[in-house]
């Protein structure tokens, strides 16, 4: 669970953050039921809001969120 | 959960009861098995389970008496399967197995008298445990009785082999010309095999136990007697085969009768239903005779439920499963989708000859998880937060009578969310039928919070009722929705109810509008128990000159339309599998006296009505509604009804939204609501941040609740075009 991959994303994503900065792979705790997290996820590099992507979030990191829930 | 409460569940299952003709065999030879194996032509393989329960098979198996044959159910659809004939087919077309390993010899000998089966059975089962073994009998070779069977029947050679083994065992042949019987010196061990003719009169049955074999005659044990004045192969095999159990036991100084009080008399409780069973002949062929035999089971419940058929178990391993998700300290409890899967509409018991009620056990784990803290938060809060909307004064209220409050007319939040403007007409009929003293309450009943497990919530809600009825007097509640009904049944018992239905029968009745063609009466699954509200229903139908067909399972064995316990939140795949079949049963569309029955049963191109559509015809509603459809109609209802709520409007309420149908179905298969994308996009207003896409759409988040929700959008003049929208329950943070 503490993999650092389990749900990093990093494909090529089209989006541009609204403040002009490019969004790049940027370090990024996932937290759940108590569970902390290492993630890599796509954020803006000037004011640094993340994107979780709706194929991971309806994804991976929907399993993850079910496993955490019956541990 | 409770050890005992366990014990009586497992008690009360059938499944893994033995099957009919396996009860009736004092050997306990597994037919069903025996059967299965057979009818897929694996002759070897049925010859393993014959030789696990029967010593010596390829005697007995030629010339056993079978009473499983008089046992067998399949008699009423055909004709008994021809177990015995099996038996012959069985070992004359597979060779006998290689000898076994002689086991390390043990201490313990026995003189065994009598060349009889039941000698030969006794000689096999004390060899094969390692005891010394000493047959007297007289001829060249023992047999007793069975030399006197034609070559047909009992050939030869199969008596020659089988004696030929047990002296590979190790039985050592003691020849006499005259067999008698001697008492034994202490210590000295004996048993008299009286189905040798030499031994008839030897010993008297009466001396003999007939569950351990001992005689009155210390070390002395006896069996082969004849039954019902009848020599019996079977039995004879068997007094063989449990005398060799007793003096295990005594050899090795365990009790002789503890745990064998089933061997006299084997009982089953097994149920099998025959309804659906086509009749069937019986057949030469040994493979398609065995393929007759109806693998005796119940599974009456599982193979009617979507869900438990799902998880491919029984009730009573669904019990253990359940037991042992409450024993997990650390680790996963993987039963909490099961439990949280079961639409809770007590098909199972109703089906169930010993009242295994699924429901009962799934309903008490959901709120024993609730109480020690691990119900999954997503499984039920959905529900749970529409309840909360449906109870809020948004879109809840009490309404009296202009002329003081009789009755309670209690529509239901689905109700009033599904059918809002039938419901308004419906309540101005009955105004006029109570001259003006009828009270409207409405609101969401607690079904939620009782499905989910949620006690604390549910006896907040029934509370609230309780207080507003007692501050009326106690009126009694015209209920429109079952399982209203049911809430008030279990919890609210001194509420004075009665169905809407009974009562438009017994007041007065719209005169109504038949649909044109039958329709497929589906009562809901909480009328189950309500033979009243499901016959008003017939009544209204007959008397509106509605045609309908009954489906194959109705009234009390009505299917639940997956909305019922919550099951469609927990498991949708399970939900839309159980309305595939109900929707299966009938080429016609559906009809129903229930809210939510109705949405959850349209599907595209084949509406399911409600029984209100044809008494209060005048406008056609939409085939289904939705959630975010069914809040907003609350809403209007109160507002139309009560008067407008005394609370500000939510932030975002007047923007404009547009969403096509595509984006809609997706928007109410993930559970993302209307207001949920009016907040995400007034908090973008707000605050302007968030994503841009090459295509000129915009990305937006907020955190509402214990959900992030995405939102997809394109800005246009008229307001917001809602492209996607997505959501997850995780918080990130950035870390670099």
Redesign the interface.
């Known amino acids: 669970m503490s993999s650092r991959n389990d749900l990093s994303f990093s494909s090529a994503t089209e989006w541009r953050c609204r403040c002009g900065g490019n969004l790049v792979s940027r370090k990024v705790a996932a937290l759940y039921m108590g569970s902390r997290f290492e993630v890599e996820l796509p954020a803006c590099e000037k004011c640094g809001f993340i994107l979780v992507p709706e194929e991971l979030a309806l994804g991976k990191m929907l399993e993850v969120e079910r496993i955490l829930e019956d541990k | 959960m409770e050890q005992s409460r366990l014990k009586d569940l497992e008690r009360r299952c059938v499944q893994e009861e033995p099957a009919y003709c396996q009860a009736a065999c004092p050997l306990n030879v597994n037919v069903r098995a025996f059967c299965a194996a057979l009818g897929k032509g694996d002759y070897r393989g049925a010859r393993k389970i014959l030789s696990k329960a029967v010593p010596l098979p390829d005697i007995l198996g030629r010339i056993c008496d079978h009473p499983c044959e008089e046992a067998c159910i399949r008699a009423e659809k055909g004709g008994a399967i021809g177990i015995g004939r099996l038996e012959r087919a069985c070992l004359e077309k597979s060779p006998p197995p290689p000898p076994p390993l002689r086991p390390p010899s043990k201490n313990g000998s026995v003189t065994l008298y009598g060349g009889g089966l039941s000698s030969l059975a006794c000689a096999w089962e004390l060899s094969r445990k390692g005891y010394r073994v000493l047959l007297e009998f007289t001829g060249p070779i023992p047999g007793g009785r069975l030399h006197a069977l034609s070559e047909e029947l009992l050939p030869k050679s199969v008596l020659e082999e089988s004696w030929a083994l047990l002296q590979h065992m190790g039985v050592v042949p003691v020849l006499r010309t005259n067999l008698s019987f001697e008492h034994p010196r202490e210590g000295e061990f004996v048993y008299l095999g009286v189905d040798d003719p030499a031994l008839r009169h030897s010993i008297s049955p009466e001396s003999v136990d007939p569950l351990t074999r001992q005689t009155s005659i210390p070390g002395v044990f006896a069996g082969g007697f004849p039954r019902e004045g009848k020599a019996s192969p079977l039995r004879e095999t068997a007094d063989g085969k449990g005398a060799a159990n007793s003096l295990d036991r005594l050899f090795q100084g365990a009790s002789l009768s503890s745990g064998r009080e089933e061997e006299l008399c084997r009982k089953t409780r097994l149920y099998t239903p025959l309804h659906q069973v086509e009749v069937l002949g019986p057949r030469n062929d040994p493979q398609e005779e065995a393929r007759r035999c109806l693998q005796c089971e119940c599974l009456l419940c599982v193979r009617e439920c979507a869900f438990l058929e799902h998880y491919g178990r029984n009730p009573r391993l669904y019990a253990r499963e359940i037991y042992n998700n409450f024993a997990i300290v650390h680790?996963?409890?993987?039963a909490?989708?099961m439990i949280n899967s079961c639409a809770l509409c007590g098909l199972c018991k109703t089906l169930c000859p010993h009242d295994f009620s699924m429901a009962d056990l799934c309903r008490s784990a959901r709120e024993e998880m609730v109480d020690r803290g691990?119900m999954?938060?997503?499984?039920h809060e959905f529900a749970l937060l529409d309840m909360e909307q449906a109870n809020s004064p948004r879109a809840a209220g009490f309404h009296p009578g202009k002329a003081g409050t009789k009755g309670i007319f209690f529509p239901g939040c689905q109700l009033s969310g599904t059918l809002p403007n039938h419901t308004e007409a419906l309540i101005s009929f009955l105004d006029d039928a109570f001259q003006e003293t009828l009270g409207i309450l409405l609101g969401c009943c607690g079904a939620p919070a009782w499905w989910g497990g949620r006690r604390k919530m549910l006896e907040e809600r029934m509370e609230g009722l309780r207080h507003t009825l007692q501050s009326l007097g106690n009126p009694p509640l015209i209920l429109a929705c079952s399982s209203c009904n049911e809430v008030f049944r279990e919890l609210l018992p001194e509420a004075s109810r009665i169905s809407l239905w009974e009562f438009l029968l017994e007041k007065n009745l719209p005169r109504g509008t038949p649909h044109p063609h039958p329709l497929a009466l589906h009562d809901p699954c909480t009328t189950r128990e309500e033979p009243l509200w499901r016959e008003a229903a017939r009544e209204i139908l007959r008397k509106i000159g509605q045609s309908f067909e009954e489906p194959d399972f109705s009234g009390e064995t009505t299917r639940c339309c997956g909305y019922g316990g919550l099951q469609s939140f927990a498991n949708p795949e399970i939900a839309a599998e159980g309305v595939r079949r109900r929707l299966g049963e009938s080429r016609h569309s559906f009809l129903t006296y229930c809210a939510m029955c109705r949405e959850s049963l349209a599907e595209p191109g084949r509406k399911t009505f409600h029984l209100l559509e044809l008494l209060f015809p005048s406008e056609v509603p939409p085939e289904r509604t939705g959630f975010s459809g069914r809040r907003e109609n609350r809403e209007d209802l109160r507002r139309r009804l009560l008067g407008p709520p005394e609370i500000p409007e939510s932030p975002g309420k007047n923007l404009r939204i547009f969403v096509t149908p595509e984006v809609r179905d997706l928007l109410e298969e993930?559970h993302i609501l209307d207001e949920d994308l009016r907040q995400v996009l007034w908090e973008s207003l707000e605050n302007?941040?968030?994503?841009?896409?090459?295509?000129g759409t915009?990305?937006a988040?907020s955190r509402i609740g214990n959900v992030?929700f995405?939102v997809e959008y394109r800005e246009t003049k008229e307001g917001f075009a809602i492209c996607?929208a997505?959501?997850?329950?995780?918080?990130?943070?950035?870390?670099?």
């Open positions: 680790g996963h409890h993987k909490n989708t691990f999954p938060p997503s499984a993930r302007p941040r968030g994503l841009l896409s090459p295509r915009s990305l988040r992030t995405w996607n997505w959501s997850h329950r995780m918080t990130l943070e950035l870390m670099s």
